[in-house]
């Protein structure tokens, strides 16, 4: 199994201010997605990450808002820009490792005042 | 778009009842995973079923999958109360184009009382 840290594991910020969320993993992979889960919710896919191109958004998430960034096959950063009370959720990456089996971090809980 | 019902959205049964949670998706799947969600920490894995498998067990977990009803279920027997936790079902799609990309169900509210 993969083994999954992210930074920080929550956040209290105001709005307007942007945060960086950073996600590392203890082995290469090639598929990180970042996830996306709103109070009392499920999950919901935001984009996935690609080592040395742009990130893949879903559909109702866009670029600007949320940045991603895949320097190498270990490491990969979402930043949610401009925030609002709206982006208050806990924010997950994941890795897709060997045969189908996809691992979560432990959540960046993230409160926007 | 969220492509699974799970039901029921709570539970709550006594220690050593067994908890039995569904998944209805709608898409067909290549595989299908079960996870576990402690006080809105990150997702435990549990277990995952391929499209071709019909029932696979993980300890005091049970997972079986209908593809010709889409849905799934999962089992736990002799529940204890560490078990308390939500728990999703995640399907990865079945179109080429969804490159691992997982959906989840709207998860179901595990209590289980001393």
């Known amino acids: 199994s993969a083994v999954i840290s992210q930074k920080p594991s929550r956040d209290i910020c105001q709005r307007g201010t942007s945060l960086t969320i950073q996600c590392q993993v203890d082995?290469?992979?090639?598929?990180m997605f970042w996830y996306r889960q709103q109070p009392g919710q499920s999950l919901t896919l935001i984009a996935t990450?690609?080592?040395?191109?742009?990130?893949?958004?879903e559909s109702g998430f866009v670029i600007d808002k949320f940045p991603i960034s895949r320097p190498n096959l270990t490491f990969s950063t979402l930043t949610v820009s401009n925030m609002s009370p709206e982006d208050s959720s806990i924010y997950l990456c994941?890795?897709?490792?060997?045969?189908?089996?996809?691992?979560f971090g432990p959540g960046t809980r993230l409160t926007v005042l | 778009s969220q492509q699974g019902e799970e039901d029921p959205q709570a539970l709550s049964i006594q220690e050593g009842e067994n908890a039995t949670m569904n998944c209805s998706y709608k898409?067909?799947?290549?595989?299908l995973q079960w996870y576990r969600q402690n006080s809105g920490r990150g997702l435990v894995h549990l277990i995952l079923?391929?499209?071709?498998?019909r029932e696979k067990h993980s300890g005091r977990l049970r997972v079986t999958l209908d593809t010709s009803k889409k849905s799934s279920s999962l089992l736990i027997t002799a529940s204890r109360a560490a078990d308390t936790a939500s728990y999703f079902c995640?399907?990865?799609?079945?179109?080429?184009?969804?490159?691992?990309?997982?959906?989840f169900g709207q998860g179901t509210e595990l209590s289980v009382k001393p």
């Open positions: 994941s890795v897709a490792a060997y045969q189908d089996t996809q691992y």
């Open positions: 082995s290469q992979v090639t598929m």
């Open positions: 990450a690609n080592q040395g191109s742009e990130a893949t958004y």
């Open positions: 898409t067909s799947i290549n595989n």
């Open positions: 079923i391929r499209s071709n498998e």
């Open positions: 995640a399907t990865d799609g079945f179109r080429e184009n969804q490159g691992g990309k997982l959906i």
